[in-house]
Every structure is written in structure tokens, then in C-alpha cells.
């Protein structure tokens, strides 16, 4: 009987031991439950044991990995976002801008230093610029320009490919901070393309190895940066380009005016021969004189149309000899028949006519081929030699005028469409930028709220412009848009089809968290996420196309001007 007790005892002592150490490791996997919902993902060697631990280390490890990618996500998100406002700064103040976005940039990704090359031409060789530093030493400052191919920098422009170095060569760059001076331990270096065109380069430096969501988001925002630059240098063009128009004009009223100080003096000439017959060749070899060192061609017609007198500049548009000109009419030196019908009516004009008579703006081709566009003025007067009507003819050569401003009617156009093109990649990250804020209002960040009610009206607004025409809002420089084409309206027409769910799903969910908290507003909250979710690649990929089609219609309209 004792022997049975002990036996019983033993036994009932080792279930008892048996029982603790599952209570003690159902605790331990509460414990570790317990951190894992406070988003405590690191368990020791211990937890991740095999069985219910290894099981909970595994849960542990993905959602690691999972919070990781979020936060990523987020964070390129909230950036890209960040900078939409940054980008949109007056491009006027161009160096502001710049240093502006690196700064930014440079804070945002807790790198150490940056620059921005733009490429330039100094007149001898295209180079790049430094038009933005952060936290350089004073020597680096000082090196502002790079030669293309030329070092890390010039390199990476030359290939056109992001690069990252880790083993930065000695006295590359240093970085200077309370402790003194030290080479960095990463270089990224991104080249800024657009419309495959290669900007520049942008060079940020830190302490810190770039992990690879880092550099997309670099990457992503150097195409945006790209854009400015672009912009930027189109409106420095278009600038240049109206203020030497105004500069050729300017130029042309004075010599008009001259040349009519010129004209009186020639018909104060030409009185003065009917009161000294003597004086007659004197004054003439006098006129003479003066029209041939006028820059404009001035010419004498008879009664018939036939020239009589010529100067230099004349001569030097047929391409001929005076003796070759003179006694003949314009038939012999104008090669179109409706141009000469056109010289020969305004002639008579002229002579039937007892004041200047001013022309129209006319195309001239001579034999030679070339075409000439001219204003030219026709002032009749009495010959006191045959006492007949002749023609005294003074033409402004206007080609090179005309030129100018067809450089400058393009690039108007080409700065209207690249406007077109703004205002439609704008509507891609807005409605990046609604998803995202979307989602933390249903996180209960409801202070996101009105953040996502502007992006929403700004976004309905310019697909509005983009379809039927207006002013858009929130543009630098802004221009009226026509309304959209035949070719364009069947794409903006199905990104407005997926907009009108999306921007629902959307407005749903700020209607439903303005209300009291109910577990069926959290069945509906859940409902119009997803389809948030669904819509937003939809919305992005018909956003795309829409973009691809204004990025089309920019490069025809280059063409047709041209």
C-alpha cells in the first residue's frame, strides 16, 4: 500500500510539473502576444523557439517586415506630397527655388550635405552649374562649375544612371559640423532627366548608407525637378527672345524716323533743281551720296515703272549690277507673275495719287530664289526734268522681324502645353495623394480631413478645365485652356468615369468619420477603403494615359510650328 501511494505521489508530481511549465509558456506567449500588438516586434532566442513561440516568432517577423514597408510607403508618400507644394513655388526666383527643394530634401532624408548641377553653357563648352548647395565647406563652395564627363559628377551625367557610392574617394567632399571634418560614408548621385533630355545632376552625401526607398523616392522626385528646370529655362528663352523683339523694334522706329528726315531732305533736293538747272547733276551725285549709305533699299520709278534710280541696299537685293537694273520694270526681276500683278497695281495706286501711299506687308522672291518680306512706302512726286509723275519708293526689310516672332509664337505654345502637361501630372499625384489621406482618415487621423477635401475639389476642378476648358488653380503663370479635343476627350472622359466612384468611396469615408463612432460605420469604412484601394490604381493608370496623350499632343504641336 505504500509502495502504490508513492508511486502515485511520483506520478502526480510530475503532472503537476508537467502543468507549470505549459502555464509558464502560455504566459510567455501571451507576454510576447501582448508586444506584438503594441508593435514590438523583437522576441530573444528563447521566444523564437520551435512550436506556439516559433510560430509567434514567424508572425512577429512578418509583421516586421510588413510595419517596414508601410513606413516606406508613407514615407515616400508624405514626401512626394511635401514637395508637390515646394515645386509650385514662384519659378521667377529661380535660385530660391533651387536651394529651396535641396535643403528640403536634404533635411527630409537626414543625409549631411547636397547640390544641385544644372547644365549651362559658359559660351565655350557645355558645363554643369552649381546653382544650389547645403552644408558644403567653404572650399566646395567655390568649385562651381563641372566640366562634362569630368569627375564622379560629370560621369553620372554622361551615363544618365542613379549611382551610389560607399567608398567615396579622400578629399571627394568633407562634411563639417561642432566636431570637425569628415569624408561621408554614402554618395548618391541622380541624374535630373526630362522628356529624356538630362537636366543636370543632383548629389546628396551622408553619413548613412541610402536604402533602396530612398533613392526611388530621389529618383521620382528628380523627374519632378527635371520638370522646374525645364520650365525655368523655357521662360528664360522666351524672355530673351521678347526683349530682343522689342530692342529690333525700337531699333526699327528710329531708323524710320531717320529715314524720313532723309525722304525731306531728298524732296527739298529735288525743289531746289527746278531753281538752278546748273545745279542739277551736283544734286543728284549729292542724292546719290546719301541713299546708298541708308540701309534700306530706296529706289526711283518713272511714269512706266521702270527704275531710274537705285541704291546700294537695292541693288544688293536683286543681286545684280545697277547698270543690269536700271531703265527696266519689276517683270525682269520677280519671278512669281501674282507678286509682280501685285508691284505693278500699287504703282499705279502711287501715281494716281497725290499723298504717300503706305503698303501692305508684301512677299518678294526675286530670280535668285530668295524670299524677302517687306513694308515699303510710296511717296509720288513731279519730275522737273520730264514733268512727269514718278514713284520714290522706300522699303523696311521686315524677314528677320517676322522670323523672330515665330521663334517667339512657339515657344508660347510650347510653354501653354507644357502647362497642359503640369496640370495633368498634377492630377496623378492628387490622387496618390487622396488615397493616402484617405487612409489615415480612416486610421482616425481626422485631421487629415481637410487636407483631403482640397486635394479632392482641386482635383475635380482641374479634370473639369482639362475637359471643358477655364483657368485652372494652383498653377504658376497659368493660361486659359480651350476645351479639350476629339483625341484627348475620349481619355479624360474615363479618368472622369473612374474619378466619380473614386472621389465618392472617398467623400463616404469623410462623411462617416464626421459621425459618432459605430461598429457598423466601421463595416462601411472598410467598405469604401477597399474601393479606394481598387480605384486608385485605375484612376492612376487612366491618369497615365491621359499624361501620355498631352506628352503626344506637345511634341505635334512643336512639329506644326516648325
Excluded at 70 to 77: A, D, F, H, L
Excluded at 281 to 308: A, C, H, S, W
Excluded at 376 to 384: A, C, E, Q
Excluded at 500 to 518: D, R
Amino acid at each position: 500500500m505504500i509502495a502504490i501511494n508513492w508511486k502515485w505521489k511520483k506520478k502526480h508530481l510530475e503532472s503537476e510539473k508537467k502543468l507549470k511549465n505549459l502555464e509558464y509558456q502560455l504566459e510567455k506567449a501571451r507576454l510576447s502576444i501582448e508586444k506584438i500588438i503594441q508593435g514590438k516586434f523583437e522576441l530573444n532566442e528563447e521566444q523564437s523557439s520551435g512550436g506556439i513561440h516559433g510560430l509567434i516568432w514567424e508572425l512577429a517577423k512578418q509583421l516586421q517586415s510588413f510595419s517596414e514597408q508601410e513606413k516606406q510607403r508613407s514615407w515616400i508618400t508624405e514626401g512626394l506630397g511635401k514637395f508637390v507644394d515646394i515645386l509650385r513655388k514662384d519659378q521667377s526666383k529661380k535660385e530660391e527655388l533651387y536651394q529651396h527643394i535641396l535643403s528640403s530634401l536634404v533635411r527630409y532624408l537626414k543625409a549631411n550635405q547636397g547640390g544641385i548641377f544644372i547644365l549651362t553653357n559658359n559660351g565655350v563648352e557645355p558645363i554643369l552649374e552649381l546653382v544650389a548647395c547645403y552644408a558644403y565647406e567653404r572650399k566646395k563652395i567655390l568649385e562651381k562649375t563641372v566640366r562634362i564627363g569630368e569627375g564622379l559628377l560629370g560621369q553620372c551625367f554622361l551615363e544618365e544612371q542613379t549611382t551610389m557610392y560607399t567608398d567615396i574617394p579622400p578629399f571627394y567632399t568633407t562634411i563639417t559640423s561642432g566636431m570637425g571634418e569628415a569624408t561621408p560614408g554614402c554618395l548618391l548621385l541622380v541624374p535630373l532627366k526630362f522628356n529624356d533630355n538630362v537636366m543636370g545632376v543632383l548629389e546628396i552625401a551622408s553619413f548613412q548608407k541610402f536604402q533602396q526607398y530612398e533613392i526611388d523616392f530621389v529618383e521620382k522626385l528628380s523627374e519632378s525637378i527635371a520638370s522646374v528646370c525645364y520650365n525655368i529655362q523655357n521662360g528664360e528663352k522666351a524672355k530673351a527672345l521678347l526683349m530682343e523683339s522689342e530692342q529690333r523694334e525700337q531699333v526699327l522706329k528710329e531708323q524710320e524716323e531717320e529715314l524720313r528726315q532723309n525722304l525731306e531732305e531728298l524732296i527739298a533736293t529735288q525743289e531746289a533743281t527746278e531753281r538752278k538747272q546748273k545745279e542739277i547733276d551736283q544734286n543728284n551725285t549729292m542724292m546719290k551720296l546719301i541713299v546708298d549709305n541708308i540701309p534700306f533699299p530706296i529706289f526711283v520709278k518713272d511714269e512706266l515703272g521702270r527704275y531710274t534710280l537705285i541704291n546700294k541696299a537695292e541693288t544688293s537685293l536683286f543681286n545684280l549690277d545697277e547698270k543690269q537694273i536700271l531703265g527696266k520694270d519689276d517683270s525682269h526681276f520677280v519671278e512669281n507673275e501674282e507678286e509682280w500683278k501685285v508691284i505693278q497695281e500699287s504703282d499705279l495706286k502711287t501715281l494716281d495719287s497725290n499723298e504717300p501711299v503706305e503698303l501692305p506687308v508684301q512677299s518678294f522672291t526675286a530670280v535668285t530664289g530668295v524670299t524677302h518680306i517687306f513694308k515699303t512706302t510710296k511717296i509720288p512726286f513731279i519730275n522737273t526734268l520730264t514733268g512727269k509723275k514718278n514713284i520714290l519708293g522706300v522699303s523696311v526689310d521686315l524677314t528677320e522681324k517676322l522670323e523672330l516672332e515665330k521663334k517667339l509664337l512657339k515657344e508660347k505654345l510650347i510653354s501653354r502645353n507644357n502647362m497642359l502637361i503640369d496640370l495633368a501630372g498634377r492630377q496623378r499625384m492628387l490622387s496618390q495623394k487622396i488615397g493616402f489621406y484617405a487612409e489615415m482618415v480612416v486610421r482616425g487621423k481626422i485631421e487629415h480631413i481637410g487636407t483631403l477635401e482640397n486635394a479632392i475639389a482641386l482635383h475635380d476642378h482641374s479634370l473639369n478645365v482639362l475637359k471643358n476648358g477655364g483657368m485652372p488653380k494652383g498653377l504658376e503663370n497659368a493660361q486659359k485652356m480651350e476645351k479639350a479635343n476629339e483625341l484627348l476627350l475620349p481619355k479624360i472622359e474615363k479618368v472622369e468615369e473612374i474619378w466619380g466612384k473614386y472621389k465618392k468611396a472617398a467623400e463616404n469615408i469623410i462623411e462617416l468619420k464626421t459621425k459618432v463612432e459605430s461598429s457598423q460605420q466601421e463595416t462601411e469604412l472598410r467598405k469604401w477603403i477597399q474601393l479606394v484601394e481598387e480605384k486608385g490604381e485605375l484612376l492612376l493608370e487612366a491618369n497615365d494615359e491621359l499624361l501620355k496623350a498631352f506628352y503626344q499632343k506637345n511634341r505635334k504641336v512643336m512639329v506644326d510650328v516648325s
